[in-house]
Nanobody, 119 residues
Framework: VQVVESGGGSVQPGGSLSVSCVVSGSMFSIVAMTWYRQAPGSERELVASRTSGGSSNYADSVKGRFTISRINGGNTVSLQMNSLKPEDTAVYYC??????????????WGQGTQVTVSS
């Protein structure tokens, strides 16, 4: 299973960015796709998650500003980030929980993509 992120970059405060994540490989089913982020000197934190059943949850710090969506038959998840703040600066990681066969599941991580919010 391979997880590849794209997007990110630099933007001024108040601006918008989008990051995407594509999962490929041999999978039986996807359970959930989740975005985490890690700022320098900080622990990794959950940003947003979307299950295969269609439910989403968000960190309190991004509610109302970020939107997670699954597209392309469910193998792609995007994170639309609006009204960005300097404290959103971090490396954003996508993780996918998937069954590779009916009896075995695992968490698969991408390499991360940098998001920088600065004036």
């Amino acid at each position: 299973v391979q997880v590849v992120e794209s997007g990110g970059g630099s933007v001024q405060p108040g601006g918008s960015l989008s990051v995407s994540c594509v999962v490929s490989g041999s999978m039986f089913s996807i359970v959930a796709m989740t975005w985490y982020r890690q700022a320098p000197g900080s622990e990794r934190e959950l940003v947003a998650s979307r299950t295969s059943g269609g439910s989403s949850n968000y960190a309190d710090s991004v509610k109302g500003r970020f939107t997670i969506s699954r597209i392309n038959g469910g193998n792609t998840v995007s994170l639309q980030m609006n009204s960005l703040k300097p404290e959103d600066t971090a490396v954003y990681y996508c993780t996918v929980r998937a069954y590779t066969d009916p009896g075995a599941w695992g968490d698969y991580w991408g390499q991360g993509t940098q998001v920088t919010v600065s004036s």
